[in-house]
Each structure stands twice: as structure tokens, then as C-alpha cells.
């Protein structure tokens, strides 16, 4: 049975010293590198929700003209349409006509019939297919390269370019999960090692009175793992105050951009279940590494 | 498991070993122990008894020869089989090698555990051991809080709990007095006459002549023949004859021995 006494001496080895405030610490990191993914993700998804399904392409007016040449503006507007009607994402694009302006500037301009007269940037109304990932950055990119008057509605290149920086620290967060991971595995196989080399005359007794690596190995992951499960609840207590705290703050801002830290169960389990995965690791990798340290032994 | 009640319990065949790199401290060692026999191993500081029994008891691997423990080749056995083949073998190490975090009880049930023993069976064995090896009174005593006497006591205790077949000791009454160097003696010779197989390391002379075994004398890395003032020339023969004519039957290879156990008190 795993659950079985030991025979290895437990006080104050480094596996004793040692192991508990490294999982600490690792859960630590990794309960906020998770925390961190989630809140983003969550927020990102709220951004782009947030935005309508319909975005306006601006074509600026040849400056000291004066209106002079619309045939060159009217081939600008002609080539940006053509564009976005092949794109699969665009399920409409047509021009603003003279009359929608009209009404658009009446606030601001009075009864002005002479639309036509003024240096105004002509517009596109684009309708986006329902659902469609609109990479609005990439859109603008390809607009200004084949008609460089071209501008996209500002505020949904700036928060794509929000969504794709929160996807970037994002990333990183996961590349910090896995170092995370990769360096419990380190410490963990360097502190049993040591703890090997202290309990080695034990090991050998009962290496030579017949006992299988198995049973060695399992004394050792079953240290691992109680030692590593109390680091671990300590690290994820750490982890959940500072989120709270973090969450109160959060709400202290009033600002749209700043996401709301609160969780799903969902997102409560994957955050309880990083203790048990680093415990998991931290067993395992104990384990594996009196086993491959026995079967050096005949 | 292929094991004949006439194989030897052990049997070496030109074997030699070296430690790492330094020169050979056993060599052309040949000999066998038959099921049930008792044999003394003689030899000066540093002839190579220890190793000798650390071959035997599967902590090292001969640099050269043939081992078979059992019946079975050392050399061509799995690994996962060998500690099948420790668990028939009782092992009384020169330096103790006890757990000195663990109490004398835990010391001795040591095997038994290992062995997936259950624990109720654990309890009544261990401390019957333990009083008849004059322990009672220390079962849960520390190990540090022994006295070297009494630990080498623990050290046979642990040797001998689980009725091993084969028992090989290393020095086991270097500690004790003669009185209790002779009761000890008497457990061993006990759980010969039920057919366990010894070979005892010692320094001993005293009790080598009273108990009057067979000995294997080692001198420098080798065997020399026995010249000692108690073996009949008889036996000397016989023990000789041991080592060079492997394959003959217990019975027949140490008739001398029997006799002469009796006739020395
Ligand atoms: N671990 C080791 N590494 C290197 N050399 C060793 C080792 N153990 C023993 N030796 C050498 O092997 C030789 C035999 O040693 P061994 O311990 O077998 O002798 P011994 O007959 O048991 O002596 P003693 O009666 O003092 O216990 C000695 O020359 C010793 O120096
Ligand atoms: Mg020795």
C-alpha cells in the first residue's frame, strides 16, 4: 500500500528543508501566471465583444485641391471598395453617399447643401460577416498599401492592437507556467539527489535485505508528496490573497480596460488543481530519480 | 524456481575482484557450500573476508568467475529477480549497518516489512527474537542508546528473522562477551540444524575450536589450506577437497565435521 510507514530517517534532510517553500513559491508564481492568463483572456474576449460587427474606412481628400480632382478621389474610393468587397470576412462595404453626410454634419454645420464643395474625407460603411475574427491591424495594412488615403476607424485598430499585446503577455504567462514547471522538475531531482546521498547507508541496508527499488522509490515519492502538498497550500493561500487584494484594487479603478478579477468555478478549479499538478510533478520526479540512482546499484 | 536440494547453496568458480581500478584483493577463489553446511571464514586483517561475503551477498559484482547463489548464475539472472534471491539470504555486516533512526523492533522487522510481511505476524516474531537474543527490555529502545554488544545482537536479530536460507556473517561476536559470543553461536547452530546454510566470518579462535565447523581459510586474496592445530588431518582433507571437488554431496563432504562436533564440547 502507498500510504505505509516509512523506513527512511525524516527529520531534517533537504528534501524536508527544502521542498515545501520551493512548491510554495513555484505554485505561487504559477497560481498568478494562470491568473494573469485567464483574467486576459477574459478580458480580451469582453473587448472584442464589446465591438460592433461594422467598422468605417476613411478616405482622406487630396489636400491643396480643394475637391479639385474627385475623379482621383472617386478611383481611390472605387479600388479601397474593390478591396474590401473580395475580403471573405466583408459581408458589405458601400460608400457613404452625399445625403448621409448631409444629415451626418448637420449638427455642426447647419443647412449646408454644398457638401460636394467642402475638403471632406469620403467614407465606407463595411459590415463585418456575423462572427467573423476581423484582424482589423492587418485590414488597415492591406487598405494603406493599395490606397495609402486610406485610414480604418481608429478605435478598433487600437484595441486590437490591446487584444494583441494581452494575447502576447498572455503567451508569455503560459511560457512562465511551463518554466515554472521545468524548474520544480530541476530542484526537485537536485534535492533528491541529496537526500539520497544522506540516506544512502538506509537505501544500501535496504537495497541488501531485498527490498525492490519500488519500494525505496515509493518511501521517497510519498515524502515528496506530503511535503509538497503542504508547500503547495501554503503557496496557493499566498496566491489567492494577493488576487483578492489585486481584485480590490481592480474594482477601485473604474475603467472599462481594467478587467474584473472574478472568477468562474471553472477558472476556482484550474487554480485549485495547480497545488495537486505541482505536488503530481514533484512526486513523480522524486521517484524517478531514486529509481534511475537504484538501478545504478546491482 | 530450478533448485535441487543436492546444488550448493553457493558456488564460486575462479572468481576474482578488484575495486575499481586497484589490484585484486580475491582471486581464483573456488569453492562451494553445500545445503545445510557450516562453515568458519579465517584469514588475517585484510585477507579479503568481507569481500568475500559482500560477493555472496550481492552488493558487488566479481570481476571475473562464475557466482551462482541458489543454483542460479548470478551473472545471467535479471536484475528484478535479485532481490528475491537477498530476501534468502541473512546478512550480520561487520560495521552492523543498522538504522539508527529506527527503534530495535523497527531494526529487526526491517526484512519482514520489506518483504511485505503483515504487521500482526511482524509483532509476535520480532519480539520473541528479541528476548531470546536478550533484548527484551530494549525493544523500543533507540539504536544510538545501545551498546555495541547489544546493537550487534539487533544486527543478528535482523539476519536471522525472516529463517534465511543462506546466513553469512561478518564478524558477529567481535563485541560480546564469550558467554553471550557462545549463546549467539547456539542460535546459529540451531538454525542450522533446520537446515540453514552459515558461513561465519571471525577472529575468534576460541569458539571456531569449541564449535569445531570446517573452516575456509583465506590468506592475502586466496585460499590456503587449513593448518590449524584442531582440524584431523582428516578433515583438512575434507575442506580442501571442498573446494576442489565441487560436485559431491553434503553428507559425504564433511563426515569428519559431524564427528567432530560432537567428540568437542
Ligand atoms: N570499498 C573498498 N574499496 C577499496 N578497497 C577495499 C574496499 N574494501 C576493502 N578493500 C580492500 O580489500 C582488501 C580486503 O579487505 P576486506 O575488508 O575484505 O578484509 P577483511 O578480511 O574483511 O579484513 P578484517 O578482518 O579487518 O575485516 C583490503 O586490502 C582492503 O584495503
Ligand atoms: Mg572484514
Same mark, same amino acid.
Given at each position: 500500500m502507498f500510504w505505509r510507514r516509512t523506513d527512511?530517517?525524516?527529520?531534517?534532510d533537504s528534501l524536508g528543508r527544502f521542498l515545501p517553500g520551493i512548491v510554495a513559491f513555484m505554485v505561487y508564481l504559477a497560481t498568478l501566471a494562470l491568473a494573469g492568463v485567464m483574467i486576459l483572456m477574459e478580458a480580451t474576449t469582453t473587448w472584442q465583444a464589446g465591438l460592433s460587427s461594422t467598422m468605417t474606412v476613411q478616405i482622406a481628400p487630396e489636400a491643396d485641391t480643394g475637391g479639385g480632382l474627385p475623379a482621383a478621389e472617386d478611383s481611390r474610393v472605387q479600388s479601397a471598395l474593390a478591396l474590401l468587397r473580395r475580403l471573405p470576412d466583408v459581408a458589405r462595404a458601400d460608400v457613404v453617399n452625399d445625403e448621409a453626410m448631409t444629415t451626418l454634419l448637420e449638427p455642426w454645420l447647419?443647412?449646408? !447643401?454644398?457638401?460636394?464643395?467642402?475638403?471632406l474625407p469620403r467614407l465606407i460603411d463595411v459590415e463585418l460577416r456575423n462572427g467573423a475574427e476581423i484582424d482589423a491591424l492587418g485590414l488597415a495594412e492591406l487598405l494603406t498599401a493599395e490606397v495609402p488615403e486610406a485610414t480604418v476607424d481608429d478605435h478598433r485598430v487600437w484595441l486590437d492592437r490591446l487584444a494583441r499585446l494581452a494575447r502576447a503577455v498572455g503567451g508569455l504567462a503560459v511560457i512562465v507556467l511551463v518554466v515554472i514547471g521545468a524548474i520544480t522538475v530541476t530542484i526537485v531531482i537536485f534535492t533528491t539527489r541529496t537526500t539520497l546521498a544522506i540516506h544512502r547507508n538506509a537505501i544500501e541496508v535496504l537495497h541488501l535485505i531485498g527490498a525492490h527499488d519500488a519500494y525505496v522509490a515509493d518511501q521517497f515519492a510519498r515524502r515528496a508528496l506530503v511535503l509538497a502538498l503542504k508547500g503547495g497550500l501554503v503557496g496557493l493561500a499566498l496566491a489567492v490573497s494577493s488576487l483578492v487584494g489585486l481584485a480590490y484594487l481592480a474594482a477601485r479603478i473604474e475603467s472599462e480596460l481594467v478587467p474584473d478579477i472574478a472568477f468562474g468555478p471553472l477558472q476556482w478549479a484550474a487554480i485549485l488543481v495547480l497545488p495537486l499538478v505541482v505536488a503530481a510533478i514533484a512526486t513523480l520526479t522524486a521517484r524517478g530519480t531514486v529509481m534511475r540512482a537504484l538501478a545504478k546499484m546491482l | 524456481m530450478t533448485f535441487d536440494a543436492n546444488d550448493s547453496i553457493v558456488r564460486f568458480e575462479n572468481v576474482g575482484l578488484r575495486y575499481g581500478l586497484g589490484p585484486e584483493v580475491l582471486q581464483d577463489i573456488t569453492f562451494e557450500l553445500p545445503p545445510a553446511s557450516f562453515h568458519f571464514l579465517l584469514g588475517p586483517s585484510g585477507a579479503g573476508k568481507s569481500s568475500l561475503l559482500r560477493l555472496m551477498y550481492l552488493a558487488l559484482k566479481p570481476s571475473r568467475g562464475l557466482i551462482s547463489l541458489f543454483g542460479r548464475d548470478i551473472a545471467t !539472472?535479471?536484475?528484478?529477480?535479485l532481490p528475491a534471491l537477498r530476501r534468502r539470504i541473512g546478512v550480520v555486516f561487520q560495521e552492523f549497518?543498522?538504522?539508527?533512526?529506527?527503534t530495535t523492533f523497527d531494526n529487526v522487522a526491517l526484512p519482514l516489512r520489506v518483504a511485505g510481511i503483515r504487521e500482526s505476524e511482524i509483532e509476535k516474531h520480532v519480539r520473541e527474537l528479541l528476548a531470546w537474543v536478550g533484548l527484551k527490555d530494549h525493544v523500543?529502545?533507540?539504536?544510538? !542508546?545501545?551498546?555495541g554488544g547489544q546493537q550487534q545482537r539487533v544486527a543478528i536479530a535482523r539476519a536471522v528473522i525472516t529463517r534465511p536460507q543462506l546466513i553469512l556473517a561478518d564478524e558477529p561476536t567481535g563485541n560480546v562477551d564469550d558467554r553471550m559470543a557462545m549463546r549467539l553461536m547456539h542460535l546459529f547452530e540451531e538454525l542450522n540444524k533446520l537446515g540453514t546454510t552459515l558461513l561465519i566470518a571471525t577472529h575468534n579462535e576460541t569458539i571456531v575450536r569449541r564449535l569445531g565447523h570446517p573452516r575456509l581459510h583465506l590468506e592475502d586474496g586466496r585460499f590456503v589450506d587449513v593448518d590449524s592445530d584442531v582440524s584431523s588431518s582428516e578433515e583438512k582433507t575434507e575442506t580442501t577437497a571442498t573446494r576442489k571437488a565441487p560436485k559431491r554431496s553434503r553428507s559425504a563432504r564433511f563426515p569428519a565435521g559431524s564427528a567432530h562436533r560432537q567428540g568437542t564440547p
Open positions: 527512511l530517517p525524516v527529520d531534517s447647419g443647412e449646408f !447643401t454644398a457638401v460636394e464643395e467642402l475638403p | !539472472t535479471p536484475r528484478d529477480d549497518r543498522l538504522l539508527n533512526h529506527l523500543n529502545a533507540r539504536l544510538p !542508546t545501545l551498546s
